[in-house]
């Protein structure tokens, strides 16, 4: 089944408002692809002011806590972000896993708490350098998703991201058949999670997509689009990949 792709671009720790102009111009870009899904997460300093400069362009927060509200300071809630107009939420994203010590059950709350605020949770999976050489990969993806995902959440709740840690702002990819073997297993294991909801939910291929090589990642079958780091950040970059998406 072929699903409508979504291409989401994760700005990290980078932008400030003078980065606005580029939220246009990925409108811009957007406006004219048709039958795509198109997202950004900017910093939650810039989530309003991109929100404004958007309509076919959808914003999202790149983490949120698992709860509502309360005495958790510097954290961001869940229905902080949809109350901005955030319609997802990138949850479990590598660099926090590693960066602030997040496990699957932490990675699972959270994903909970966005869709409870009406968002859609981008859960990201993807195992290091060292499983892959140890043939590990597809265990390692497999138990993250078993922990990670939430088992109640409907294909429009829910995406998933496989971002092998190996290949995220280095320039390298896996081979575009690793690629299909990973997309399989993880359409296999939503099965067995979410029963027929996991045949609806858009599987995203993350870790340095970049305009040469999107379109021929896009064309893998179970690859519903793409999580994209450094090169969302311009529109020259975004742009193609948005068109890739769209061509695909
Ligand atoms: P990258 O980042 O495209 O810069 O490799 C992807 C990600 O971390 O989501």
Redesign the pocket.
């Known amino acids: 089944m072929a699903l409508r792709k979504l291409v989401a671009g994760?700005w990290?720790m980078n932008g400030t408002r003078a980065a606005l102009g580029e939220i246009a111009a990925i409108e811009a870009a957007a406006a004219g692809a048709a039958g795509i899904d198109v997202a950004i997460c900017p910093p939650f300093t810039l989530i309003a002011a991109a929100g404004q400069q958007v309509s076919k362009v959808a914003i999202g927060g790149q983490d949120c806590h698992h709860a509502a509200k309360g005495a958790h300071t510097g954290c961001i809630a869940a229905t902080m972000l949809a109350d901005l107009g955030a319609r997802y939420v990138?949850v479990g994203?590598?660099?926090r896993r590693t960066d602030n010590g997040e496990d699957d059950a932490q990675v699972r709350a959270k994903a909970e708490a966005g869709i409870a605020a009406g968002l859609i949770a981008i859960v990201?999976v993807g195992e290091t350098e060292g499983e892959r050489d140890e043939g590990r990969a597809g265990s390692v993806v497999g138990a993250q998703l078993d922990g990670s995902v939430p088992p109640a959440a409907t294909a429009a709740q829910l995406v998933v991201?496989y971002?092998p840690v190996w290949?995220?702002?280095?320039?390298r990819t896996p081979s575009l058949d690793d690629v299909a073997e990973m997309h399989a297993l993880i359409r296999a294991k939503l099965l067995a999670i979410l029963g027929q909801e996991g045949a609806g939910v858009r599987i995203l291929y993350?870790?340095?997509?970049?305009p040469d090589n999107a379109a021929a990642l896009m064309a893998i079958a179970d690859v519903d689009g793409a999580?994209?780091?450094?090169?969302?950040l311009t529109a020259a970059q975004f742009a193609p990949i948005i068109e890739a998406a769209a061509g695909a």
Do not use: Q
């Not at 290949?167 to 320039?171: D, E, F, K, S």
């Open positions: 994760n990290k990138i994203h590598s660099e990201c991201a971002e290949a995220i702002g280095t320039g993350g870790g340095s997509v970049k999580l994209v780091g450094g090169a969302s």
